[in-house]
């Protein structure tokens, strides 16, 4: 039983900036994400500082510039983005005391220095799912492991369905504990927070995750085995594969 890793994934659940920015991410409002992991494939760090505002009135134009061009693309997306501009930071204007102002609170408060804006291309048009992205960073939050493929992306649902991740699947569903991972059919995963022992309706469980449509309170909501959720979340439901660290 891996109570830890529900404890991380209750914590990474409740924690704002990250769901936040799954579901703009998720409804494509914007091109990157908040992780607490480095090592993912395109995540960017934190800049060390900003000039204050006293020090940005005295720059001149070709100046200010200089500063704001010495962060990375990466960087300016993703406080243009926080600071309400878009990531293309289309309508910036450096000179603007206004505009400087919204960027350096973006980057003081919009930003927290444990997170990684992680920037992942999608080709398609549709939302995106981050229901493995959530998996991986609880995984991660609760051993520092990099649960991720060759391309240093998390494992998707089918890749852990087919076996092809570090997690270990579970022979019968009456082996299954709090904080063993659950593949509903081959693409959708989410972490098991508690086991349901009922008198008279089948064995279910309570599972937490992302990437499940509907709105923003999706997002890191703990959601239980009911009779209105025609088991989906019975343990001996057919569709389920279950797997533990």
Not at 15 to 29: G, V
Not at 87 to 105: A, C, F, V
Not at 143 to 159: E, I
Not at 220 to 243: M, Q, V
């Amino acid at each position: 039983m891996s109570l830890f890793l529900v404890k991380a994934a209750k914590r990474l659940g409740s924690d704002k900036e990250i769901m936040d920015s799954y579901w703009a991410y998720h409804e494509r409002e914007q091109n990157w994400f908040f992780s607490p992991n480095p090592q993912l494939e395109g995540a960017a760090s934190k800049p060390h500082s900003l000039p204050s505002s006293d020090s940005w009135k005295k720059k001149t134009s070709e100046e200010r510039k200089k500063v704001w061009n010495r962060l990375s693309l990466k960087q300016r997306m993703t406080i243009s983005t926080l600071a309400g501009f878009g990531y293309e930071g289309r309508g910036i204007n450096l000179d603007s005391s206004t505009h400087y102002s919204k960027l350096q609170e973006a980057f003081v408060s919009g930003w927290r220095s444990d997170l990684y804006s992680v920037f992942w291309s999608d080709a398609s048009d549709g939302k995106r799912w981050l229901c493995n992205v959530f998996v991986g960073d609880a995984i991660y939050l609760h051993n520092r492991k990099n649960f991720t493929s060759g391309n240093n992306h998390y494992y998707d649902p089918s890749q852990i369905y087919m076996g092809k991740s570090s997690l270990r699947k579970r022979n019968s569903y009456k082996d299954v504990e709090a904080g063993d991972i659950c593949v509903f059919g081959t693409g959708h995963v989410e972490i098991i927070t508690s086991i349901q022992k009922n008198l008279i309706a089948d064995d279910g469980f309570c599972s937490i995750g992302a990437g499940r449509g509907g709105n923003r309170s999706n997002m890191g909501l703990i959601k239980c085995d009911s009779f209105f959720s025609f088991g989906k979340r019975e343990l001996d439901n057919d569709n389920h594969t279950y797997f533990h660290v």
